[in-house]
């Protein structure tokens, strides 16, 4: 078995044939994974709704989406979200802003930021020194996302 599996099914129950013990708990943990409340926060239209709808087609069902970082902090004043999903655009500043008044606010929330593939480098200080934030190259999000949500949720 693989940590996945391993860190969700806990003990097995001994009168349980192994293949469908596994297939349970993979089942079950996979639930628990789309339960996540996930904030969006993207300023192009077009790439804020396929951002949503990705996660929607994913099977997460409480997922909502905003324009920008003082429209999310709203949105977290009003509601739970523990996992907020933001681009990372420039300057850098009103990010890094952004997830020290969310760390206030709420300190167990996640953050995933989506960076551009030339601003890599000057992202690599900053994971270097992150806990709860996490970031991931924009134009790959369809491949990292789900990773990065379910490494959260097992951790």
Request: hydrophobic share 45%; glycine share 6%.
């Given at each position: 078995?693989g940590?996945?599996?391993i860190?969700?099914?806990g ?12 297939r ?13 409340s ?15 709808n ?5 099977g997460?069902d ?5 324009d920008s970082?003082?429209?999310a ?5 009003q509601?739970e979200?523990?996992?907020?999903v ?24 996640k953050?995933?930021?989506?960076i ?5 480098q ?7 020194e ?26």
């Amino acid at each position: 078995l693989g940590q996945f599996e391993i860190g969700c099914m806990g003990k097995l129950a001994g009168s349980v044939p192994r293949a469908v013990a596994v297939r349970g708990a993979r089942k079950r943990c996979m639930e628990i994974d789309k339960r996540q409340s996930i904030l969006i926060i993207e300023p192009n239209e077009q790439i804020r709704e396929e951002i949503v709808n990705f996660l929607l087609s994913a099977g997460y069902d409480d997922v909502t989406a905003t324009d920008s970082l003082p429209a999310a902090l709203n949105k977290v004043c009003q509601s739970e979200y523990e996992v907020t999903v933001a681009d990372a655009g420039r300057p850098l500043g009103a990010e890094l802003q952004f997830a020290a008044d969310l760390a206030v606010m709420k300190p167990g929330a996640k953050i995933i930021f989506m960076i551009n593939a030339e601003d890599q480098q000057s992202w690599d200080q900053i994971a270097s020194e992150s806990v709860r934030v996490r970031f991931l190259i924009k134009t790959d999000f369809a491949r990292n996302l789900l990773y990065l949500l379910e490494e959260w949720a097992h951790p």
